[in-house]
């Protein structure tokens, strides 16, 4: 498994953009120029989140959840990513890992996922989010 193939890039440049949508679209100064299209393409139809609380979000969950969050924020939202690695690749489905550290209106977290891709040439990076799943590695500061 090579942490370089075309499909680990792929899903690497996905992981780092779609933090970067959300640092947009949750601040109240960029949430108008965000196009919310670029999330909606980005999960299949199967797709699934286990934030780090342990529910079950499905795609349509998932969706509304980052789409009542809009403009949430004012410019003290920020995500960092980090150590991204592939745990797993065959043809078309990669399965990666990485650390996502948030900062919230001061309150600084870490959790670490893991997140399932598979190839679609019609997604924004050429993959879509199949199953994320993140645990606490730090829970946000009181």
């Not at 043809?91 to 996502?100: A, F, Q, S």
């Amino acid at each position: 498994m090579s942490q370089q193939s075309p499909l680990f890039r792929k899903a690497s440049a996905e992981v780092i953009d779609l933090h970067r949508f959300f640092e947009d679209w949750y601040d109240t100064a960029t949430a108008d120029k965000t196009d919310f299209n670029r999330c909606e393409h980005t999960f299949g139809q199967a797709f699934h989140m286990i934030p780090p609380t342990g529910r079950i979000f499905d795609r349509a969950e998932t969706i509304e959840l980052i789409r009542a969050n809009r403009a949430s924020f004012r410019g003290d939202f920020n995500i960092e990513i980090s150590d991204i690695r592939a745990s797993f690749e065959t043809d078309g489905i990669v399965m990666l890992t990485y650390v996502e550290a948030q900062s919230r209106a001061g309150k600084y977290s870490r959790r670490q996922a893991s997140a399932l891709f598979t190839a679609s040439s019609s997604a924004p990076n050429g993959v879509e989010w199949q199953h994320l799943h993140e645990t606490w590695l730090q829970m946000p500061d009181n």
